[in-house]
C-alpha cells in the first residue's frame, strides 16, 4: 500500500517526544543531589523501587509466557487466531512496563534534587520536578507512537490486501492488550504496595505514636517512599501509555471499518491515519506547553498554579484548532464531514476539562462537599467515612451525565447529525466517538507531566524529611504536591472519562474482530447473512444483542459484579498488607531500643519486603480474573453475552470508579483542611477521624479505584482478542 | 368473560390469611404487658410512631395526590393513559401503607408482651414475638391478594374485549407503582429516622460516654426504638408489599402476553391466574409453616432455631410440590408444559436459598469472613471499614451468579428448553422468570414473619432494658434478635433476589404497555410495522434497543449513576440528621444536671422531634429523583434510552444492594463478636473500632441497601405508567 507522507509525521513526532524526554532528563540530572544523607536515602528509595519493580517484572513475564504460548497454540494450533497476535501482545506489554520503567528511574533520581532545588525557592523546586514530570509524560507518548508506527509499517508490509487496512487495526488492538495486562498488574501490584506501606507507617506513626509523616524513626517510611514510585509513578505510567494507545488503536479500527465502502480513494487510509495524527500534533503542542510553564523566581503558589495552567490550556485551545486543520486537509473541505468530526475533538476535550472540574469541585478542600467531610470529623470517624462515601456516590452524577452527552454529541457531529440508526450512521458516529476520546488525550504529554510531578514532589518532601533539611523546605515541597493534587484532578478526569469513550468504542471492534474470525474460518453469521457483508446493526440482530435477551442482561449482571468483585479483592489485599505492615511496625517500636528516641535505626528492609511479597501475592487474582472471566463468558454465554458483559462492567465500573478516586480524594484533603488548623488542627480529636477517612481513602484512589479504568478496557481486549474462540466454541 | 372457579381460591386465601392474621393479633393482645414501668414505656415508644407515620403519610399522600392529579390530567386531559391509572394507583399505595401500618401496630403492641413473656422462658418470648411476626406476614400477603383479587374483578367488568386480560394486567401494573411508591418513602424516610437516632444514640452514648445501649439515661433512646418501629417494622412492611404485589402483577402481565394466541381456549387466563393461585396457596403453607414453629418450654437456642426452619422449610418444599399440581390443573398434562413451568418455580426457590445461605455465610459471626472484620479491629477503626468493604464487595458474587443462573434456567425451563430466540420462546421464557419470582416470594407468609420478629425482639430488649427488668430477660431478647438475624438472612435473600427476578419481568412489561400505549393512539411502530402484530423482538428491533445504540449505553449509565447518586443522597441524609442528634444529646449531657446520676429524665421529646424532621426534610428528594428520572430519560432518550436506565439501574442497583446490606450485616455481627468477648470483648479499643464499622453499616444495611430494591422497581413502574408519554413525545 502506498503510505502518504504525512504517515511519516507520527514517527517523527514519537522520536522527537523521546527526544526531548531526553533532553529533559539530563537536564535533571545536571542538578545538585544535595547533602550526603539526601544522597544516601534517595539511593535507598531507588535501590527499594527498581528491586521490586524487577520482581514485578520477573512475576509479570512468567503471566506473558504463558498467554503467549496460549495466543500462539490458538493462531497456529487452532487456527482460530490471527498470527500475528502473540508478538503484537508481547511488545505492547514490553513498550507500557518500558514506558513506567522510565518514569520510575526519573523520578527516583528527581526527588532529592527537587528538594535540594526546593531548599532555594518554591519555583526552582517545580522546574525540577515538572521537567522530570515532563520526562514520563513525553516518554509513554513518544512510546505509544513509536509502537503504533512500527507496527503499522511492519503489518503493512506483510498483511494480503483484502481487508487490509481492517485486519491491520484489529490486529493492532491486541498490542492494546499486551498494554492493558501490563498496566494492570502494574497498577493492582504497585497500588497494593504503596498503600500496604502507606496504610501502615500512618495507623502506627501517626495514630499510635504521634510521629509525623515520613519520619526517619518509622521503620515503614522507606517502604512508604518506595511506594509512592511504583505505585504512583510507575504504575501510572503503565496505566496512561495503555489508556492512550489503546484510544488511538480503538479508534483506527473504527475508522477503518466506518470508511470501508467509501468510495473516495484512499479515504479509509486517512480516516485510520487520522487519530494518530492528532496525536503526532498533540506531541508538539504538549512540548509547546512544557516550555510555557516558567514564572518569575520569587513566584508564589498563586502563579505557579497560573503557569501550570497556561501551559495545559494552552496545548488544549491549539490541539481544538489544530484538529480542524488536520481533519480539512486529511478529509477535504468539499464536504461538510472535515468540521464535523473536528468537533468531535472539541467535545472529548470539553468532556475532560469539565469531568475535571467537577472532580476538584468534590474533592478539594477549598470547597463545601470536602469541608463538610472535615466538619462531620466533630463527630467521630463513623461519620467521616459516611459523608464521604455520600460524597463520592453524588460525585458521579456530573462525570456519568457529562459522558453521556460527550457520547451523544460527538456520535451526532461526526455522523453529520443524523439521528437515524442505520448502519452507516452507527459507524461515522462510532468513529466520533472514538475521535473524542483520542482528543480528550491529545495532549497527554503536558497533562501527564502536571499529574505526575505530584508524586515526585510528595517524594520529594520526604526525602526533606528524613535527611532532617529546614522545614522551610517541607512546606515548599508540600506546596508544590498540593498544587500537584489540584491540576491533577484535570489529569484523573482526562483518564477516566477517556476510559469510558475507549471502552465503548473498544465495543464496536469486538464486533468487527468478530467479524474477521468468521471470515477467516469461512462461516456465516447466526442468521445466515454474509459475514463479509454484515453491517454492526445485523450482528446485533444475528447475535440477538437486545435488552430482552436473558443471555445479555445475565452478562450485564457480571460485568456488574465484575466491578465490586475486582474492588473488592484488591481493598481486602491491602487490608491484608496493611495489618502485616502494621504489625511489623508495632513490633519494630516495641523490641529496637532507642528506636523512638532516634538512637537505633529501624529496619527497613524488612517493611520493605512486606510489601513487596504482599503485592506480589495479591495482586495475581483480580488481574487473572479480569483475563479469565470474559474467555469464560464467551464459551459459556457467546457474543451476547460478552457484550453484556463489557457493557454491565463499563458502566458499573465507570461509575465505581468516579466514586472511589472522589470519596478517597475527598478523605485526603478533609485531613489536610483540618492539618491546616481547622476544627483543632493536627493532633486533635477531629484530626485522628480524619486520618481514619484518609486510610480508608488510600486504597479508594490509588488502588481500586485507578484500577478498574483498566480493567474495563482490559475485559474488553481480551475478548477481542479471544473472539476468534468465541465464534468457534460456545455454549449458547 | 367467565371467571372460572378456581378464581376465587385468591380471595379466599386473602380473607384466610386477614383472618389468620387478626388471630394472632388477639392472641397476642391477650398476653400481658408487663409492669407498669413496662407499660408506660412502650405507650411511649407506640405513641412515637405512631406520630412519625402519620406525619410521613402526610407528606406522602400530598405526593400522592399531586401523581394523581398528573395521571388524571395525562388519562383525561392528554388521552395518552389508560382512565384506570389514578385509581389503580392510589389503591397501590394505600394498601402498602396499611401493610405498614397494621405491621407497625402489632410490634409496639408486641415489645413490651415480649420482654415480658421472656420474663419466663426463651420459648414463649419467642412465641409472642414470633405470632406477631406473623401477624405482619399475613397482613401483607393478604391484602395484597385482596387487593389483586378486587381489581381483577373490577376491571374485567370494564374493561372492552379486545385484548382483554393484556389491559387488565398492565392496568393493573399501575397499582404496582403506587406500592413501590409508598414504599420507597417508607423505607428511605423510615430508614433515616431509625439510623439517625441509632447513629445519634451510639456515638455519643456507647463511644463517648460508655453507657450500655438502650440505656433509659441515652436521651435519644426512646427516638431509637421508636426508629426501629417505623424503618424496621414499617419500612419493611410496605417494602414486602410491593416485592410481593410487584412480581404476581408483572407475572400475570407476562402471562397475558406469551399466551395471547394460545389456540387452546382460556390457556390466556389461566396462565394470568397461575401467580396469584400459587400465592394463594403459598398462604395456606406459610399458615401452616407458622403453627409448626412450636418448641418445648424449656427450649435451648438451637432447639429454637430447629424450629423456625422446620416451618419455613416445610413451606418452601410444599409449595415446590403443590406447584406441580398446580401447573398440572391448569395447563392439563397432555403437554410438557406443566412440569416445565413448575421446574421454573423450584428454581426460585431454589436461588433464594442459596442467595440466603451466602448472605448467612458472609454475614454471620459464625464464620470466617466476618470474624476477619472483627479480627482487623485490631489495627483500628479504618482496617474495620476497608475490610468490611471488601468482604461487602466480594459477597456479590455468588448472589449474582445464582441469580444470572436462576434467570437462565427458569427461562429455559418455561420455554421448554429452546436455546433459539424466537418471539414465542422468549414470551413464554419471561413467563418462567416471573413464575420463579413468583416462587420465590410465594412464602412470604412465614419468611416475613422470620424476619420480622427480629425488630419486636429488638424492641422488646429496648424496654426490658429500660424497664430496670432482671439481666436475663435482656440476655434472652438479645438471643431472640440474634436468632431473627440468622433467619432474617434467608429473607433478604428472597427479597433482593425477586426483586432482581421481578424487575427483569417488568422490562417485557413496560414493552408491553408501548404496545398497548401505540394500539391506543392509533400508531405504529417507528419502523413501520403494525403495533398490536408486533412481538417484543420486533420492538426491539424497532426500536434499536440493542447494545450498540449510544442511546442506549448512555441509558445504561445513566442507570448505573442513579443507583449510586441515590445511596449518595440517602446516605449523606443519614449523616445529616445523626450529627444534629450527636449535637442534641451531647447539649442534654452537658445541660441537664444530673442526668448522668440518672436523677434527672433526659428530654426525649426533642430527639423524636429531630429524627421526626430530618426523615421528612431529607426523604423527598431521592424519592422524587426515582419518579422523575425515569420520565426525563423517556422524553429526552425515548424509548431505548429508557430500557438502558432500566437495565443500568437494575444492574448496579442490585450488585450495590448486596454489597451494602451485607458489608452493614457484617459490621454489625463483627461487632456482637468482640461484644461475645474476642479481641478484648466489650469496652476495649477493639470493640471501639468495630462500633465504628457497625455505624457506618447502620445507614447500608437499613437505609441505602433495601431501598435500592425499591427504587429499581420504582423506576421499571413509574416508565411503564408513563409509557404513554414516552411513545407520545420524545426527543430522539
Redesign the interface.
Known amino acids: 500500500m502506498n503510505i502518504p507522507c504525512v504517515f511519516w509525521l507520527v514517527p517523527i513526532a514519537s522520536i522527537v517526544a523521546l527526544g526531548m524526554a531526553f533532553f529533559f532528563f539530563r537536564q535533571m540530572m545536571g542538578e545538585d543531589e544535595g547533602t550526603p544523607r539526601m544522597r544516601e536515602i534517595a539511593l535507598y528509595v531507588r535501590k527499594g523501587a527498581m528491586a521490586y519493580l524487577w520482581q514485578q517484572y520477573k512475576v509479570v513475564g512468567i503471566v506473558f509466557v504463558v498467554l503467549c504460548a496460549l495466543f500462539a497454540f490458538m493462531a497456529y494450533g487452532l487456527n482460530v487466531q490471527n498470527p500475528w497476535v502473540p508478538f503484537a501482545f508481547l511488545t505492547g506489554g514490553f513498550f507500557s512496563g518500558l514506558a513506567g520503567f522510565f518514569g520510575m528511574k526519573t523520578a527516583t533520581y528527581a526527588s532529592a534534587r527537587t528538594a535540594n532545588a526546593a531548599r532555594q525557592t518554591l519555583n526552582s523546586g517545580l522546574q525540577v520536578a515538572f521537567r522530570s514530570g515532563a520526562v514520563m509524560g513525553l516518554t509513554v507518548v513518544g512510546l505509544a507512537l513509536l509502537d503504533v508506527s512500527v507496527w503499522f509499517l511492519i503489518l503493512d508490509h506483510f498483511i494480503p490486501a483484502d481487508n487490509h487496512l481492517i485486519i491491520i487495526t484489529t490486529t493492532m488492538l491486541t498490542f492494546g492488550m499486551g498494554a492493558s495486562t501490563q498496566a494492570l498488574f502494574a497498577r493492582v501490584g504497585g497500588g497494593i504496595y504503596t498503600k500496604a506501606a502507606d496504610?501502615g507507617a500512618d495507623?502506627v506513626g501517626k495514630?499510635e505514636y504521634n510521629i509525623p509523616e515520613d519520619d526517619p524513626r518509622n521503620p515503614a517510611t522507606i517502604a512508604d517512599n518506595v511506594g509512592d514510585n511504583v505505585g504512583d509513578v510507575a504504575g501510572m505510567g503503565a496505566d496512561l501509555y495503555e489508556s492512550y494507545a489503546g484510544s488511538i488503536l480503538a479508534t483506527m479500527a473504527l475508522g477503518a471499518s466506518a470508511f470501508a465502502t467509501s468510495a473516495v480513494e484512499g479515504m479509509q487510509l486517512r480516516a485510520v491515519l487520522a487519530p494518530s495524527l492528532i496525536a503526532a500534533v498533540g506531541v508538539a503542542l504538549s512540548i509547546l506547553g512544557i516550555f510555557l510553564v516558567k514564572t518569575k523566581e520569587d513566584a508564589g503558589m498563586k502563579q505557579l498554579l497560573a503557569a501550570l495552567s497556561r501551559g495545559t490550556n494552552t496545548a488544549a485551545v491549539l490541539i481544538a484548532v489544530a484538529s480542524f486543520a488536520i481533519f480539512a486537509w486529511l478529509f477535504g473541505t468539499e464536504t461538510n464531514q472535515w468540521w464535523q468530526i473536528s468537533l468531535s475533538v472539541v467535545v472529548g476535550l470539553f468532556a475532560g476539562v469539565i469531568i475535571g472540574k467537577a472532580t476538584e469541585y468534590y474533592t478539594s478542600q477549598s470547597y463545601r462537599p470536602t469541608q463538610k467531610v472535615s466538619e462531620?470529623s466533630?463527630?467521630?470517624?463513623?461519620?467521616v467515612?459516611?459523608?464521604g462515601?455520600?460524597?463520592?456516590?453524588?460525585?458521579?452524577?456530573i462525570p456519568?451525565?457529562t459522558?453521556?452527552c460527550a457520547?451523544?454529541l460527538s456520535?451526532l457531529c461526526a455522523n453529520g447529525f443524523h439521528?437515524e440508526?442505520t448502519p452507516e450512521n452507527?459507524s461515522m458516529?462510532?468513529y466520533g466517538?472514538g475521535i473524542a476520546a483520542v482528543g480528550m488525550l491529545s495532549t497527554l504529554g503536558i497533562t501527564l507531566a502536571t499529574d505526575a510531578y505530584g508524586p515526585i514532589a510528595d517524594n520529594a518532601g520526604g526525602n526533606a524529611e528524613m535527611s532532617g533539611l529546614e522545614p522551610e523546605v517541607r512546606k515548599r515541597t508540600d506546596a508544590l504536591d498540593a498544587l500537584g493534587n489540584t491540576t491533577a484532578a484535570t489529569g484523573k478526569g482526562f483518564a477516566i472519562g477517556s476510559a469510558?469513550l475507549t471502552a465503548?468504542a473498544l465495543?464496536?471492534s469486538y464486533?468487527e474482530e468478530i467479524k474477521m474470525a468468521l471470515i477467516r474460518l469461512g462461516e456465516t453469521l447466526p442468521n445466515g447473512v454474509d459475514a463479509a457483508q454484515a453491517t454492526?446493526?445485523d450482528?446485533?440482530?444475528a447475535y440477538?444483542?437486545?435488552?430482552?435477551?436473558?443471555?445479555?442482561?445475565?452478562g450485564?449482571?457480571?460485568?456488574?459484579?465484575m466491578?465490586?468483585?475486582f474492588?473488592?479483592?484488591t481493598?481486602?489485599a491491602?487490608?491484608r498488607a496493611?495489618?502485616k505492615m502494621?504489625?511489623e511496625v508495632r513490633r519494630q517500636f516495641r523490641e529496637i531500643a532507642g528506636i523512638l528516641e532516634g538512637k537505633a535505626d529501624p529496619d527497613y528492609a524488612r517493611c520493605v519486603a512486606i510489601s513487596t511479597k504482599g503485592a506480589q501475592r495479591e495482586m495475581m487474582l483480580p488481574a487473572l480474573m479480569a483475563i479469565i472471566v470474559p474467555i469464560v463468558t464467551g464459551v459459556i454465554l457467546g457474543v451476547a453475552g460478552v457484550?453484556?458483559l463489557l457493557?454491565?462492567g463499563l458502566?458499573?465500573g465507570?461509575?465505581?470508579a468516579v466514586?472511589m478516586a472522589n470519596a478517597g480524594g475527598a478523605w485526603d484533603n478533609a485531613k489536610k483542611y483540618v492539618e491546616e488548623g481547622n476544627f483543632g488542627g493536627k493532633g486533635s480529636d477531629c484530626h485522628k477521624a480524619t486520618?481514619?477517612g484518609d486510610?480508608?481513602g488510600d486504597?479508594f484512589k490509588d488502588t481500586s479505584g485507578p484500577s478498574l479504568n483498566i480493567l474495563i478496557k482490559l475485559m474488553s481486549m481480551v475478548s477481542i482478542v479471544m473472539a476468534g474462540l468465541t465464534v468457534t466454541f460456545t455454549l449458547?
Open positions: 496504610v495507623l495514630t462531620s466533630q463527630t467521630g470517624p463513623a461519620t467515612i459516611i459523608s462515601l455520600g460524597l463520592g456516590m453524588l460525585s458521579t452524577a456519568v451525565v459522558v453521556g457520547i451523544i456520535y439521528v440508526f452507527l458516529g462510532l466517538i469510558a465503548l465495543l464496536a464486533v454492526l446493526v450482528f446485533m440482530e440477538n444483542v437486545n435488552l430482552m435477551n436473558p443471555i445479555v442482561l445475565v450485564v449482571f457480571i460485568g456488574a459484579m466491578a465490586f468483585v474492588c473488592g479483592l481493598m481486602n491491602v487490608g496493611a495489618q502494621v504489625e457484550l453484556g457493557i454491565g458502566s458499573s465507570f461509575v465505581l466514586f486520618v481514619v486510610t480508608v486504597p449458547f
